[in-house]
């Protein structure tokens, strides 16, 4: 993976947010929510920044950040894109929207674009199944989604 | 008379407003902890044990003896804990109680705080409820400024803080020991107990955990007094419990009654039946822990004992109203899914055995199984339950169990008849043109993503099973019932 930020960039942010937790090991959670809400992914240059400002082995940092479902290593594209394999979208066809989404963009289910403008995810429910299949760009949801309407739907985000 | 809902935990969600503490004073607040603060902290205890309330995050330890214990030991440092992970699919009673009333939480939190010799609580809650996070943040500033936490409370010399830590993503959060862990920077992987967290919790100090709406009951019971609550609920089982109800029935949503209420006036008199009428055919209580009670089970009280009895359990609240169009094998496959997905993997019963069940119940549900698989999965489920080191382990299996025991012939008709008597198991189903019906108007053609469907306008169309993947499509558009599932 190409790194789009440098390494002193993030050591200096991670310097910074560490020292808002006083360094504590304790707040390991907390300092890898905030980075992450920096960064928008963890990968593997900050783990390191944040094992060595906490003096704990990256391999710690590593196996709490693969841990919890919450962290990802992957960066997420400028329109995240999610789209629901709950039993009633699953049903109604979704493996199919999916199938026609990887292949406008590109890419495979967990990936991001080269362009970082899309990232294509799977979840399990969003408790919309009235109206399956959903699909989800950001904040706003899309109903009754047919494999046909993805190009249309993806060409409502400009670069 | 039809079933009531009685409100404690619940009393003042939409009545006040969350963000303005003057509200949740004008409702008595922080009557209770000023009333607790000029006594002694083992009055506070015993009221607590008097009460009879029972943790409600599944468990149902008496709240009064686990704060015993906390208070018991000699340290310098203590801690009190709220359990605000809510992880159960499909339930939120704890975000209704945070979002609705904060303060009810930080005052019972205090109150503990006061009682087990603490004076640092924390409250552990899921990342993914920012209304909740963002009003507690409120609702601590406001509190601290009114002198009602932090140093001093109340002039009392009684010092009290709270903060708050956030979850990231983990089922086995919720299970105590891995809370804590969690709390302390680290994987949520569970420890085995003793020593329980009363003895040696956070930090390694003496820490008292208890779930959010155990906490929301607390200054309720202070105010009214032990015997108001015990009088309400069953012999074992006092006070209310909190329902997220859902799935098939008329009103969905949070209910609260009072224990001993039982399934039948939960899903027809508060729940108002089922949907469009049909038969009911499960409720499932206790989320990915607890199991499918069927209709043999109406008219069992909802308290501890009983849904244990009956082959499921309290758990946190979650109550999941199942008709006759849902597979009960599914419903068990649904739940190991997420199981498997939670496991923490730290003990192989529950890592490596929750993967071995479900990969039987797929092999039902895909037409595969045999009558051994059903015995194998009996085997299997003792082996975790009784061998997993936690609670998410020890309980896994029980969706497969009370399914087997409730719904047996519909195991014995995936394995020996190959056929889903709901339909739902796709593998297991075949579309079918029903002729007499069938108009040749060749909607269903159109809407066949795999080009299965064959035939002339105005002619008899036909399925081609080969090639169908069973999407339902045909089904969906046909207007004329010519489209038939087997």
Same mark, same amino acid.
């Not at chain 1, 240059?45 to 196996?63: C, M, N, T, Y």
């Given at each position: 993976m190409t790194c789009s930020v440098n390494q002193q960039m993030i050591n200096e942010k991670i310097v910074e947010i560490c020292s808002e937790f006083k360094n504590d090991p304790?707040?390991?959670?907390?300092?890898?929510?905030?980075?992450?809400?920096?960064?928008?992914?963890?990968?593997?240059?900050?783990?390191?920044?944040?094992?060595?400002?906490?003096?704990?082995?990256?391999?710690?940092?590593?196996?709490?950040?693969?841990?919890?479902?919450?962290?990802?290593?992957?960066?997420?594209?400028?329109?995240?894109?999610?789209?629901?394999?709950?039993?009633?979208?699953?049903?109604?066809?979704?493996?199919?929207?999916?199938?026609?989404?990887?292949?406008?963009?590109?890419i495979k289910n967990g990936q991001t674009t080269t362009d970082g403008r899309f990232s294509l995810n799977t979840l399990r429910c969003i408790g919309a199944c009235g109206l399956a299949p959903v699909v989800m760009i950001g904040e706003k949801v899309y109903g009754g989604v047919k494999p046909e309407d993805a190009g249309k739907i993806i060409s409502e985000y400009p670069a | 008379?039809?079933?009531?809902?009685?409100?404690?935990?619940?009393?003042?969600?939409?009545?006040?407003?969350?963000?303005?503490?003057?509200?949740?004073?004008?409702?008595?607040?922080?009557?209770?902890?000023?009333?607790?603060?000029?006594?002694?902290?083992?009055?506070?205890?015993?009221?607590?044990?008097?009460?009879?309330?029972?943790?409600?995050?599944?468990?149902?330890?008496?709240?009064?003896?686990?704060?015993?214990?906390?208070?018991?030991?000699?340290?310098?440092?203590?801690?009190?804990?709220?359990?605000?992970?809510?992880?159960?699919?499909?339930?939120?009673?704890?975000?209704?109680?945070?979002?609705?009333?904060?303060?009810?939480?930080?005052?019972?939190?205090?109150?503990?705080?006061?009682?087990?010799?603490?004076?640092?609580?924390?409250?552990?809650?899921?990342?993914?409820?920012?209304?909740?996070?963002?009003?507690?943040?409120?609702?601590?500033?406001?509190?601290?400024?009114?002198?009602?936490l932090g140093e001093n409370v109340m002039n009392t010399g009684f010092n009290f803080k709270i903060k708050l830590k956030y979850g990231a993503g983990a089922f086995v959060c919720g299970e105590e020991t891995a809370l804590i862990k969690s709390m302390e920077g680290n994987r949520g992987e569970p420890v085995s107990k003793p020593p329980f967290p009363a003895t040696k919790g956070y930090r390694g100090k003496p820490t008292n955990v208890n779930n959010v709406e155990t906490f929301a009951n607390v200054a309720a019971i202070i105010n009214r007094g032990a015997d108001w609550f015990s009088s309400i609920g069953t012999e074992k089982s006092k006070g209310t419990k909190v329902f997220a109800l859902a799935g098939k029935v008329k009103k969905v949503g949070l209910v609260e009654v009072p224990m001993g209420t039982t399934l039948r006036e939960l899903v027809y008199d508060i729940g108002g039946g089922i949907l469009g009428d049909k038969q009911f055919q499960a409720v499932q209580t206790g989320g990915p822990s607890g199991g499918c009670l069927t209709v043999k089970h109406l008219d069992t009280p909802i308290d501890y004992e009983s849904l244990v009895a009956a082959g499921s359990m309290m758990g946190s609240g979650g109550m999941i109203v199942m008709d006759e169009d849902d597979c009960m094998v599914a419903v068990a496959q649904f739940y190991l899914d997420f199981t498997v997905e939670e496991s923490c993997g730290k003990c192989v019963p529950c890592r490596e055995g929750n993967k071995a069940l479900y990969s039987i119940l797929n092999k039902i549900t895909h037409g595969h199984g045999t009558m051994q698989d059903l015995d194998r999965l009996k085997e299997l489920s003792a082996v975790i339950k009784g061998a997993s080191l936690?609670?998410?382990?020890?309980?896994?299996?029980?969706?497969?169990?009370?399914?087997?025991?409730?719904?047996?012939?519909?195991?014995?008709?995936?394995?020996?008849?190959?056929?889903?008597?709901?339909?739902?198991?796709?593998?297991?189903?075949?579309?079918?043109?029903? *002729? *007499?019906?069938?108009?040749?108007?060749?909607?269903?053609?159109?809407?066949?993503?795999?080009?299965?469907?064959?035939?002339?306008?105005?002619?008899?169309?036909?399925?081609?099973?080969?090639?169908?993947?069973?999407?339902?499509?045909?089904?969906?558009?046909?207007?004329?019932?010519?489209?038939?599932?087997?």
């Open positions: 304790d707040e390991l959670i907390a300092i890898l929510h905030k980075a992450q809400g920096h960064f928008g992914f963890l990968p593997s240059e900050v783990q390191q920044a944040v094992a060595d400002q906490l003096h704990i082995p990256v391999s710690k940092v590593f196996g709490v950040v693969t841990f919890y479902s919450y962290f990802t290593m992957e960066p997420k594209g400028k329109y995240p894109i999610s789209i629901c394999m709950g039993t009633a979208c699953y049903v109604k066809g979704a493996e199919k929207v999916l199938h026609e989404f990887e292949s406008k963009l590109k | 008379m039809k079933a009531q809902q009685l409100k404690i935990a619940l009393r003042n969600c939409g009545v006040i407003d969350p963000e303005d503490i003057q509200d949740y004073i004008a409702n008595e607040g922080y009557l209770a902890l000023a009333s607790c603060l000029s006594g002694p902290r083992e009055a506070v205890i015993e009221t607590i044990k008097k009460s009879g309330l029972r943790g409600r995050g599944g468990a149902g330890f008496s709240t009064g003896t686990k704060w015993e214990f906390a208070a018991k030991p000699e340290s310098d440092k203590k801690y009190v804990v709220c359990n605000a992970d809510e992880g159960d699919p499909g339930a939120f009673m704890d975000r209704a109680v945070l979002e609705g009333d904060p303060h009810s939480v930080l005052e019972a939190m205090a109150i503990c705080g006061y009682a087990i010799g603490a004076d640092e609580g924390y409250i552990y809650i899921r990342a993914e409820y920012p209304l909740a996070i963002k009003r507690l943040h409120i609702a601590i500033a406001q509190a601290e400024e009114a002198g009602l936690c609670a998410l382990g020890q309980t896994a299996p029980n969706p497969v169990l009370s399914t087997i025991n409730n719904f047996y012939d519909d195991y014995v008709q995936h394995v020996v008849d190959k056929k889903c008597r709901a339909k739902k198991c796709r593998a297991l189903i075949q579309y079918r043109v029903v *002729e *007499e019906n069938c108009i040749g108007c060749g909607a269903c053609k159109r809407a066949c993503p795999a080009d299965a469907i064959t035939g002339e306008i105005k002619q008899k169309h036909f399925i081609d099973q080969e090639k169908c993947i069973k999407c339902g499509a045909c089904h969906q558009k046909c207007k004329f019932s010519a489209i038939a599932i087997d």
